[in-house]
């Protein structure tokens, strides 16, 4: 029997259930060891204590998931993928088999694609994205770094987005919009031009109010 290999979630949310979840029915090769996180959460997992306590694993034996979704977090989430890496972990990059993903899209390490997802033709999605349930990625999109789109985005063909964006759930983006680095984008809302400076933009069309 071939032995299974180990993953160690991290993160103890909300968005951690819905990843253990999609790991535990479409990667039966893959063994969730536990789960880090500051404290222990109602999960069906073993609490491996905080983030400190990865030192006690060899990081050869086991690969991470990134599985920390909140919007505040920003690119805290970059600074600890990057202080993990610096000491020789891996990341898993989960794809659920319930998703659409074109042969030919690009989709980084870390990153998290969930149910009912479709990643079009020529789409390139950076490292540590969460596509997050039912969100469409069309045809030649460009993602960066540390974007989160919640469930439901539209992001119509050609768009670009920068690194550490949060798009909110059910909002759009037009064709060929390029959206800048550090854009909050509220739930709902509709991008029809490009956004070239950081910051919260909400309504439609979307406007920036701080």
Do not use: W
């Not at 306590?53 to 991470?64: G, R, Y």
């Amino acid at each position: 029997m071939t032995e299974k290999k180990r993953l160690v979630i991290i993160g103890g949310g909300g968005h951690s259930k819905v990843i253990t979840n999609i790991i535990k029915r479409d990667y039966p090769e893959y063994e969730i060891i536990g789960y880090i996180d500051k404290q222990k959460r109602e999960l069906e997992l073993v609490y491996l204590g905080d983030v400190d306590n990865l030192d006690n694993f060899n990081f050869n034996d086991i690969e991470l998931v990134l599985a920390i979704g909140q919007v505040d977090m920003g690119k805290d989430r970059k600074l600890l993928v990057d202080s993990l890496k610096e000491k020789g972990f891996k990341f898993f990059t989960l794809i659920s088999k319930n998703s659409i993903v074109s042969r030919d899209s690009i989709i980084g390490e870390g990153s998290v694609v969930l149910d009912n997802v479709v990643v079009n033709v020529g789409c390139k999605i950076g490292r540590f994205c969460i596509l997050n349930t039912s969100s469409v990625v069309e045809h030649d999109c460009v993602i960066g770094d540390f974007v989160h789109l919640a469930p439901g985005v539209i992001l119509s063909g050609g768009v670009s987005i920068e690194d550490h964006c949060f798009l909110g759930a059910g909002s759009i983006v037009k064709h060929y919009t390029k959206i800048c680095s550090g854009v909050i984008l509220g739930a709902g809302s509709v991008v029809v031009k490009d956004i070239t400076e950081s910051g919260t933009f909400v309504g439609i069309p979307a406007k920036k109010i701080k």
